[in-house]
């Protein structure tokens, strides 16, 4: 990205930089399960869902991330989305 161009982003989003990611690994998790991740992530499981945790310092700021995945998927986030968008559809409908 050129100057300007990182001047114009900066304007339009109050972002400047990027983010880096560390790099891609494979880990297992408390039960022996592979799973995609970052290097500096912690994998544990049980019966019922994945926890991925991680740590990631911003601009001297120190921010926990904790990600909780269900180990037996009922839907997709896309079709969880999706229903959530037709409920408020059927919503607006009835109110209408």
């Known amino acids: 990205m050129n100057k300007k161009t990182e001047a114009q982003h900066y304007l ?5 930089g990027a983010y880096e990611t560390a790099e891609v690994v494979w880990k297992n998790d408390t039960y ?10 912690t994998i544990s499981s ?3 869902h994945h926890i991925v945790e991680r ?3 911003i601009e001297g700021r120190t921010f926990r ?7 037996v998927k009922r839907s997709t986030p896309t079709e969880k989305l999706l229903t959530l968008i037709d409920n408020s559809l059927e919503e607006s409908l009835k109110k209408a």
């Open 65 to 71: 991330v904790c990600s909780v995945f269900p180990t």
């Open 55 to 57: 740590q990631m310092d």
């Open 46 to 48: 049980n019966i019922s």
């Open 12 to 16: 339009a989003t109050k972002i400047l």
């Open 32 to 41: 022996g399960t592979y799973h995609r991740t970052f290097d500096d992530t």
